[in-house]
Every structure is written in structure tokens, then in C-alpha cells.
């Protein structure tokens, strides 16, 4: 029982590498899942969309181990990556396998919890996720997920519409408002729930401020450029990108310049729903 007494810290490349690896993106919605989700003893649970093993591999340290955890995600490079994690840190309670939600590698009522942060209502085809979750789900199983909701980063797409509008770019600006609108509310992510054979028991919303310098800081910045450049970048003629994109800087910097900087705000939920028994 007191394994844990042996440890000795011994610094090398695999504890650096682990210790200084979960993007802060991640971070914010996984501390509002682990702080809501219920823990409870010999459960078994699922992570979809658990890329590089967040938050599996800290639900796995936090649960313990008479629990057994899964991660599933078709991005193998992130899944290698969990494995290498799980095996530097001694885990023998948690695995991760390669595959996709809508198609999930479990038996019908196998599974007592499902997590995914910033995961399953996102995946192409989400009712389908949903129905493979209900399916691998014990009767009275949960599942529960963060999003990040409509109104994420309002005062960027502000200043993004306005830019298309002063260059003419009727067409884009809706298109734009258009790419906003599929974001989803805590209605339509609840609906997403009810439609699928799950009563919504327990919803929390959060507000995750981050602030930039300017407009120049947040383009450049390596995750924002991962994670949304091609969603404002693609959708625009390519031989107008350049000229919009200068535009659009000048704008966030100077609307920056007035406020003291560039201030975004993401509308976060974590939504928990149970089985139908
Ligand atoms: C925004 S990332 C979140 C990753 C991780 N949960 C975190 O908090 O850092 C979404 C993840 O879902 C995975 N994903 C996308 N489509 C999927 C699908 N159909 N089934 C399972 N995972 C999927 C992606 O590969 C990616 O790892």
C-alpha cells in the first residue's frame, strides 16, 4: 500500500518534457470538468477525444486505482504521446486506444462515465456520438463534458466583421457570422442530450478571460494559430487574405490601444447528463 514511499525524484528528459506539456486552453475547461465530475470507487471510464491524455490521465491519478480509465481519439500522434505519459508515470489503470467516437470500441452497457473536454457535441456527426455514448453506457451512466459556447471571443469577431464590412466584404462578414452560429448555447448542447436518451442532471457555466497585448500578439500566438487561423483564413479569397488580414491587425490593435488591450472572454460549460434507465 505505501509503494509511493520509495519515490525518489530523478530528473531527466521524461519528467521535463511531462511536467511542462498541457496547453492552457485545456487546462481551463479540464479544471471545470475535474472540478465538477463525480468520483466514485471501481468505475469504469471513457475519455473521448483524449489527445495527448488530458484530462485522462489526471481523472486516472485523481480516481485511483481501483478504477479503470480508457482514452479514444483518432489522432495517433496523440495518442503515442498519452502512452508515452502513462508509462513514464507509472499508470497501469489507464489506456488509450486508437479509434473514433462515433464508432466506440466497447461493449452495450459496459461503461460507467464518459468525459470529454472540449470533445463529443464538436465531433463531425455529434447525434451519432451522442447515440454511441448512450449505447456503451451502464443504465443511470454519465456523461459529462465541457464546450466552449456562442459568444467565445465576441470582441475579436467584432472587430472581425467590422474589418470585412469596411473593405466590402459583405459576403465574408455573413459568412463569418454564419461560422459563430454553429458554436453552440447551453440550450442546444442540453438539447443534444435530452435528443439522445439522457436527462441533463447538472450544468455549470464559467467565464475563461484571457488577455493579449494587441491584435499582433494574438495572430502570432502559436496555439490560436493551431487552433482557429484556418477557420477565419480559409473561408476568405486567397489573393484578398493578405490585405484582409493587415487590415483586421491594424484594427485589433488600435480597438487594443483604447482599452488597454485586448481583452476575450469564453463562455465555458460543463454539462452533465444520465443514461435513461
Ligand atoms: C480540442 S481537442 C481536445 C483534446 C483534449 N481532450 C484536451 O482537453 O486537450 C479535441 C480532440 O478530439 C479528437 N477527436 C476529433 N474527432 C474525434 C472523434 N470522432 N472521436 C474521438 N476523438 C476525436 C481530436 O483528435 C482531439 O484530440
Given at each position: 500500500m505505501t509503494e509511493y514511499l520509495s519515490y525518489q525524484f530523478t530528473d531527466n528528459q521524461d519528467v521535463v518534457n511531462t511536467f511542462d506539456e498541457l496547453p492552457l486552453w485545456s487546462a481551463a475547461f479540464g479544471l471545470l470538468l475535474l472540478k465538477h465530475v463525480h468520483l466514485q470507487p471501481d468505475i469504469t471510464v471513457l475519455d473521448l477525444g483524449s489527445g495527448t491524455g488530458f484530462p485522462l490521465i489526471e481523472l486516472a491519478e485523481r480516481l485511483g486505482t481501483s478504477c479503470k480509465l480508457y482514452g479514444l481519439d483518432p489522432w495517433k500522434n496523440a495518442n503515442d504521446r498519452a502512452r508515452h505519459k502513462i508509462q513514464s508515470y507509472g499508470l497501469r489503470h489507464v489506456e488509450v486506444l486508437d479509434g473514433s467516437a462515433d464508432n466506440i470500441p466497447f461493449d452495450n452497457d459496459s461503461i460507467d462515465l464518459v468525459v470529454s473536454n472540449l470533445g463529443v457535441n464538436n465531433f463531425d456527426n455529434a447525434p451519432v456520438v451522442f447515440q454511441e455514448c448512450h449505447r456503451v453506457l451502464k443504465p443511470k451512466g454519465k456523461l459529462a463534458l465541457t464546450t466552449n459556447l456562442d459568444g467565445h471571443w465576441k470582441t475579436f469577431y467584432q472587430v472581425f466583421e467590422d474589418t470585412l464590412l469596411q473593405l466590402g466584404k459583405t459576403q465574408e462578414a455573413e459568412q463569418l457570422l454564419e461560422q459563430q452560429a454553429h458554436r453552440g448555447t447551453t440550450e442546444s448542447v442540453s438539447r443534444l442530450f435530452s435528443t439522445n436518451?439522457?436527462?441533463?442532471t447538472r450544468f455549470y457555466q464559467d467565464t475563461l478571460e484571457m488577455h493579449f497585448l494587441d491584435g499582433s500578439a494574438l495572430l502570432n500566438h502559436h496555439f490560436v494559430k493551431l487552433g482557429w487561423l484556418s477557420s477565419w483564413r480559409d473561408f476568405l479569397p486567397e489573393e484578398e487574405r493578405v490585405r484582409i488580414f493587415t487590415a483586421l491587425e491594424v484594427n485589433l490593435n488600435a480597438s487594443a490601444k483604447k482599452s488597454g488591450g485586448l481583452h476575450l472572454t469564453v463562455p465555458m460549460l460543463f454539462m452533465e447528463g444520465e443514461k435513461d434507465a
Open positions: 436518451g439522457f436527462k441533463v
